[in-house]
């Protein structure tokens, strides 16, 4: 088993900036791709930015040149860098592990693993 443990979220300003970081525990010496997901109220959980075992990086269309995802492979923890935050980019958080790590898919349902999910909320 995997546990995966978000930090980093809370309130910001609009154009402000923050750091999600998720640190893995458990069996964590398999490949995997790292990625993070996030659901507003209301609405299912949709994919925001992924990165596969050899660095590939992914990302939605509303998040691309804003945010940048990353991982420390030696500390098993994937970082996400979100800038120039929007008032839309409030919603909570989530990092997701799956063990098809040579790609990141967008389908909530092929990541085995979930963190607990952490609050971002940026005002206007």
């Known amino acids: 088993q995997v546990q995966l443990v978000e930090s980093g979220g809370g309130l910001v300003q609009t154009g402000g900036s923050l750091r999600l970081s998720c640190a893995a525990s458990?069996?964590?010496?398999?490949?995997?791709?790292m990625a993070w997901f996030r659901q507003f109220p209301g609405k299912e959980r949709e994919f925001v930015a992924g990165i596969t075992w050899s660095f590939t990086t992914y990302y939605s269309d509303s998040v691309k040149g804003r945010f940048a995802i990353s991982r420390d492979i030696s500390k098993d923890t994937a970082f996400l860098q979100m800038n120039v935050l929007k008032p839309e980019d409030t919603a909570v958080y989530y990092c997701a592990r799956s063990t098809q790590y040579a790609r990141a898919s967008i389908v909530r349902d092929e990541y085995e693993y979930w963190g607990q999910g952490t609050q971002v909320t940026v005002s206007s």
């Open positions: 458990g069996r964590t010496s398999v490949a995997n791709t």
